[in-house]
């Protein structure tokens, strides 16, 4: 499986953001995608996530009602729709996949730079 994200950037605080994570490669046996973040100086943590056969989300506390995360139809590209963006949101954005029975898969991250 090979991701590769985009739509990261500089933006003020309060606004908008939204990063798109197209996935190739053997996706048949895809069985969860997410979105995660590493600040600087920080561990990397979950931002959000699908679980592929039911399609239910969850969120990390701190962005939930700000941000959502979802895929087309054909589930080649996942997104993340990130609203009023807050300067500790400021991060490299990674898009992962994890592949039955137990591969995962991550892009190579997109900033994201939120300024006061």
């Known amino acids: 499986v090979q991701l590769v994200e985009s739509g990261g950037g500089l933006v003020q605080a309060g606004g908008s953001l939204r990063l798109s994570c197209v996935v190739s490669?053997?996706?048949?046996?895809?069985?969860?995608v997410g979105w995660y973040r590493q600040a600087p100086g920080k561990q990397r943590e979950l931002v959000a996530g699908?679980?592929?056969?039911?399609?239910?989300?969850n969120y990390a506390d701190s962005v939930k009602g700000r941000f959502t995360i979802s895929r087309n139809n054909g589930k080649s590209t996942m997104y993340l729709q990130m609203n009023n963006l807050k300067p500790e949101n400021t991060a490299v954005y990674y898009c992962?996949?994890?592949?039955?029975?137990?591969?995962?898969?991550w892009g190579q991250g997109t900033q994201v730079t939120v300024s006061s």
């Open positions: 992962k996949t994890h592949s039955w029975p137990g591969d995962d898969s």
């Open positions: 490669g053997c996706t048949f046996s895809i069985d969860y």
């Open positions: 699908i679980i592929s056969g039911g399609g239910t989300t």
